[in-house]
């Protein structure tokens, strides 16, 4: 925590959570009780993150193509959302955290949409935290479905393709009321973006740890962060100009 310069840490942290399966594996148990520790990483790094005044946090949790896996492996995901729910919204609106999701909910079970709904609304006036799960979500499809909008409201006349700027294209994405992220963590030691926040990560900084996720913990947040800090976002620009700004 001394190493952290609090003027100087991401306002928005996207993570990757990546390696239940294989934590899960290296333990000889079955994938299910993978994704449950993986569940308890989840409630560590949301605490550390509200701990360190980190103003957004995004998670990749169930993806578009994760809807491909066994339907036994599916089930049980959505049945550990609807537990973390349960469990974890007392504590969001005892820590001010306000809860929201992107991606194709309308593919969720009713029920769980109803429930998502209902903790949405409950925190929607907490303002220390936003936590973000990003569920059933593919960037590939959110950029199709705004450019489709766009292209429905031009053919419409509602919008000039003059007026189609880099802030005008975000306002279409799932994540048009969230600031970029500043920092993205993957876990597990792999070196890809599988479809997440494609758009929206242009200008983030990468940190990749070999660490499977059920294994993650604050201290392995708090040096992600470290490293951030001795990074130079320079935006396009060279040294000389970020640091004369």
């Known amino acids: 925590m001394n190493k952290i310069d609090p003027h100087n840490r991401p ?37 550390s993150c509200r701990e360190l005044g980190v103003e957004y946090l995004t998670l990749y949790a169930f993806s578009s193509e994760n809807w491909q896996r066994p339907r036994e492996e599916v089930s049980a995901l959505m049945d550990l959302l609807s537990t973390y729910l349960d ?23 009713p029920a769980l949409q109803q429930k998502l709904m209902e903790a949405q609304r409950l925190t929607a006036g907490n303002r220390s935290m936003t936590l973000i799960i990003a569920l059933s979500y593919g960037s590939r499809d959110e950029i199709l479905k705004a450019v489709r909008q766009i292209a429905r409201e031009v053919k419409e006349g509602q919008l000039n393709p003059q007026d189609i700027t880099r802030e005008v294209f975000s306002s279409y994405l799932d994540t048009a009321a969230i600031p970029d992220p500043d920092l993205l963590i993957r876990t597990s030691g792999e070196y890809r973006l599988s479809n997440f926040l494609l758009w929206q990560l242009a200008y983030t900084e990468f940190c990749f740890i070999d660490v499977l996720w059920p294994d993650f913990t604050g201290d392995d947040l708090l040096g992600a962060i470290v490293d951030y800090q001795k990074r130079q976002r320079r935006f396009g620009l060279v040294g000389s100009q970020v640091c004369k700004d």
Do not use: F, P, Q
Not at 14 to 40: F, P, Q, T, V, Y
Not at 87 to 109: F, P, Q, V, Y
């Open 87 to 109: 469990r974890e919204l007392a504590e969001m609106m005892e820590k001010d955290i306000r809860l929201t999701t992107i991606g194709e909910i309308k593919r969720l079970h």
């Open 11 to 47: 306002r928005h942290i996207a993570i990757i959570m990546d390696g239940n399966g294989r934590w899960a594996e290296k333990h000889a148990l079955g994938r299910i009780s993978g994704h449950r520790r993986g569940a308890d990483a989840v409630r560590e790094t949301v605490r």
